[in-house]
C-alpha cells in the first residue's frame, strides 16, 4: 500500500525542539521528493521545504530557513523534520506530503505540535 | 503572506457551479498551479494539476482553466460533499511551491 506514516502528536515548551518522521511505503523512495506543509489551527497551509531523498539536498521557504532541518534514512525510507527554537506560532498540524512532477499526489495522516508552556 | 490571492469564501446551491479564484504574479501563475481540497481535520486531496489536469479518480464536475496571472478552479453541478476548503497552490520555480489562503465553499 503506497502510503506515508506520520510519527504521533508532540507537546513542546517555548524554546525547546521537535523532531517529526514521516515513513514511506509501497514505492521507490528515492524516486519522489517529500516535502512538508503545515496548517495552524483555523488557518491554511504553508509550504515550509523539502528533502530530496536520492541525495539528501534540501530547499526551505525562506521563512524557515535556520530554523528547520530535514533528514532522511534510506534504510528505512524515513524522512525526518526538526524544527527549533519553538514558539506558541508554531503550533499547527504538520503534514509530510510527495511530489509526483510538481503536484502534491499523497499526503501523510499529519502531525499535531502543541507549543505551549 | 501568501503570494497568491483566493476569494475567503464561496457558495452555491446544489446543482449549481461555483468558480474559485487564484491570482498572482505571471511567475507565481505559471503552468504548474495546483488545486487540492481539504475537509475539516483531514489531509489535503489533489484536485487538479498543472492547471487543467484531473487525477484519476476526480469527478469531472471539478476543472481548471487559467487566463493571464489568475488561475480558476469551477466546481459544476455542486453536490453536498464538495463543500470543504480549496487551496490553490503554485510550484514557482527553484525548488519552491507557494499555497494560496484558501477558499471556503459552501453548498447552500
Known amino acids: 500500500q503506497v502510503q506515508l506514516v506520520q510519527s504521533g502528536a508532540e507537546v513542546k515548551k517555548p524554546g525547546a525542539s521537535v523532531k517529526l518522521s514521516c515513513r514511506a511505503s509501497g514505492y521507490t523512495f528515492s524516486d519522489n521528493y517529500i516535502h512538508w506543509v503545515r496548517q495552524a489551527p483555523g488557518q491554511g497551509l504553508e509550504w515550509m521545504g523539502l528533502i530530496k531523498p536520492s541525495g539528501g539536498s534540501t530547499n526551505f521557504a525562506q521563512k524557515f530557513q535556520g530554523r528547520v532541518t530535514m533528514t532522511r534514512d534510506t534504510s528505512t525510507s524515513t524522512v525526518y523534520m526538526e524544527v527549533s527554537s519553538l514558539r506558541s506560532e508554531d503550533t499547527a498540524v504538520y503534514y509530510c506530503t510527495r511530489t509526483v512532477g510538481s503536484r502534491f499526489d499523497l499526503w501523510g495522516q499529519g502531525t499535531l505540535v502543541t507549543v505551549s508552556s | 503572506q501568501s503570494a497568491l490571492t483566493q476569494p475567503p469564501s464561496a457558495s452555491g446551491s446544489p446543482g449549481q457551479s461555483v468558480t474559485i479564484s487564484c491570482t498572482g504574479t505571471?511567475?507565481?501563475?505559471?503552468?504548474?498551479v495546483a488545486w487540492y481540497q481539504q475537509h475539516p481535520g483531514k489531509a489535503p486531496k489533489l484536485m487538479i494539476y498543472?492547471?487543467?489536469r484531473r487525477p484519476s479518480g476526480v469527478p469531472d464536475r471539478f476543472s481548471g482553466s487559467k487566463s493571464g496571472n489568475t488561475a480558476s478552479l469551477t466546481v459544476s453541478g455542486l453536490q453536498a460533499e464538495d463543500e470543504a476548503d480549496y487551496y490553490c497552490c503554485s510550484y514557482t520555480g527553484s525548488d519552491s511551491y507557494v499555497f494560496g489562503p484558501g477558499t471556503k465553499v459552501t453548498v447552500l
Open positions: 498543472e492547471v487543467t
Open positions: 505571471s511567475s507565481d501563475v505559471g503552468g504548474y
